[in-house]
């Protein structure tokens, strides 16, 4: 007789101490669901029918088709001998929402009458992946919500273990039930590269089931690169998630709508831009959705020690913003300009991923490094992009490009007819002139920061901010953020020009005006070489 502990955990129920294994607590769990998951897969590659027409697409990140099946785990649709694959309907209704009406009528079909419908001339197969090198990648997926962790007041959260493909070309099949001559396939085949633009399978707007091009959905295209900590799976290797550019983004959409609205306004425009859940109406899509292509990255790790931390260097990458929705070209253009701002302000006063409130303690602080722990992250434009920077010819132009945004922020609480508020928000990191304080100075060089010093030891005297709840510590996050943003000013043609190797030092502080060594620090900065730029 078979021990019930012998089954495949695929076959096993979704419970405490059987088949569950979303909770990472418990990696063991879904290593041997994936162990068993591939062993039992078949190595040939499933083959489409010779009538069937068949094209490839590379997917630059994951890809997750959610089977369902699982309460408590996303994890692929496995067809017949075990491959992943991406269901023949689900193709259909991508593809049926990127037709016209008269497409939609003869390819996909539809109803004649009440009681009637017509079939249309079109059979979608679905798609899997090319070959099976699937198997060779790391298909245990780590998800990490923190919204509320880091915007509001340290909120609970937790990491789930999903199942998704990495980076796979997957080829898809389309038939018909009528010969067709190759302009019309051409035009079929059209239809699907737009479709398939808005991304396949789940979490598409953040970043999942993208393909490189997006040719008509691209609402913004910026050229990066950075450096930092990277995200490292279950099995200690680190990956380099282009998840970061929306969480970040939709943090700071959260931060600033707080800062002119009230919380349950800033929650609403959030949700209707990036997607999220509203209670009892259930899931929201959102209007806005990233795609992230890295062209030039490498994986490397940093030793202290006996420890390794994963780290990534990104030297060149394409971020699209993408429009997700049907819009009007009116909205889509005040749709354009608010994104273009929540990204630029992003830039301009954080970071992105792991870390991304401190700067990269290997460029600007390396004599701290020895034997101690990485810190922080850089991210720049590259130079085709180097239009995206904000110009900032005096110290106090930072206080015209807040100014600005904020302008930008309170157009489009007009543009969704909702009234602006001045209620003060609870939340920690609140975007408002009484919640924030903004200093700055102009850095030489990368050697020449000044407050990163402060984080490690005393800024004044026997005076220090470190292990404050200002800097934070260990499972609490702090109140400051740190960037050197590379310094650009508008020369006499009206372009951007980096000036030198200097740096404009901002500090973006969300005080507590209960605590003392904050108090002290506040008023140490007012007597030091940082400029106070924003807030009361």
């Not at 994890?75 to 001998?81: E, L, Q, T, Y």
């Not at 999903?162 to 079929?188: A, C, K, M, N, R």
């Not at 202290?304 to 997700?324: D, K, Q, S, V, W």
Request: hydrophobic content about 35%; charged content about 25%; some cysteine.
């Amino acid at each position: 007789m078979t021990n019930s502990n012998e089954v495949p955990l695929m076959f096993q129920a979704q419970i405490s101490g059987r088949g569950q294994i979303h909770y990472i607590r418990n990696p063991e769990k879904s290593e041997r669901w994936v162990d068993e998951w591939v062993e039992g897969s078949a190595i040939d590659v499933p083959q489409f029918n010779a009538n069937v027409q068949t094209k490839e697409y590379k997917i630059t990140w994951r890809f997750v088709s959610n089977s369902g099946q699982d309460e408590d785990i996303i994890r692929p649709v496995i067809a017949a001998k075990g491959f992943p694959f991406y269901p023949g309907a689900s193709m259909k209704g991508a593809f049926l929402r990127a037709c016209t009406l008269e497409q939609r009528e003869r390819y996909c079909g539809g109803k004649l009458t009440s009681n009637d419908t017509q079939p249309g001339i079109l059979r979608f197969h679905g798609g899997y992946p090319k070959d099976a090198t699937w198997v060779e990648q790391p298909l245990i997926d780590v998800v990490h919500p923190q919204q509320d962790w880091q915007i509001k007041n340290n909120g609970s959260h937790s990491a789930f273990i999903q199942i998704s493909l990495y980076q796979p070309t997957l080829v898809f099949g389309i038939s018909s039930t009528i010969e067709l001559t190759d302009s019309e396939w051409e035009i079929i085949w059209t239809i699907w590269d737009k479709a398939i633009e808005k991304g396949i399978g789940s979490r598409v707007s953040a970043g999942y089931g993208q393909p490189i091009n997006h040719p008509e959905t691209k609402l913004l295209t910026v050229n990066l690169r950075g450096q930092g900590l990277a995200s490292q799976l279950i099995d200690k290797t680190g990956e380099f998630r282009p998840n970061i550019f929306k969480a970040a983004l939709r943090g700071h959409t959260l931060r600033l709508f707080s800062g002119v609205t009230d919380e349950n306004t800033a929650e609403e425009l959030t949700r209707e831009l990036w997607g999220g859940f509203a209670g009892k109406n259930g899931a929201v899509v959102g209007h806005l959705g990233i795609a992230f292509n890295a062209i030039d990255l490498e994986i490397d790790e940093y030793r202290y020690g006996r420890n390794t931390m994963p780290t990534y260097e990104l030297n060149a990458g394409t971020l699209n913003i993408l429009c997700m929705g049907t819009v009007s070209k009116e909205y889509k253009k005040e749709l354009k300009t608010l994104a273009t701002q929540i990204f630029r302000f992003a830039m301009l006063l954080s970071g992105f991923g792991k870390s991304w409130r401190r700067i990269d303690h290997r460029l600007f602080f390396p004599d701290y490094l020895n034997g101690k722990p990485m810190i922080g992250s850089h991210w720049q434009f590259t130079q085709q992009s180097n239009p995206y920077y904000f110009p900032v010819n005096n110290i106090n132009h930072v206080t015209n490009i807040l100014n600005d945004i904020q302008k930008t922020v309170n157009n489009w609480l007009k543009l969704k007819g909702k009234t602006p508020s001045n209620t003060l928000s609870s939340w920690r990191e609140s975007f408002h002139p009484q919640k924030v304080q903004v200093w700055g100075r102009i850095a030489q060089d990368e050697d020449d920061s000044l407050a990163v010093r402060w984080f490690h030891g005393n800024y004044q005297g026997s005076k220090s901010i470190k292990g404050s709840s200002l800097t934070g510590k260990m499972g609490q996050i702090g109140r400051i953020w740190h960037r050197m943003y590379p310094h650009y000013i508008k020369n006499k043609e009206g372009e951007n020009k980096r000036k030198g190797r200097e740096y404009v030092e901002l500090l973006t502080i969300f005080p507590d005006k209960r605590d003392e060594r904050t108090q002290e620090f506040l008023t140490f900065l007012a007597t030091s070489d940082f400029t106070k730029l924003w807030g009361e």
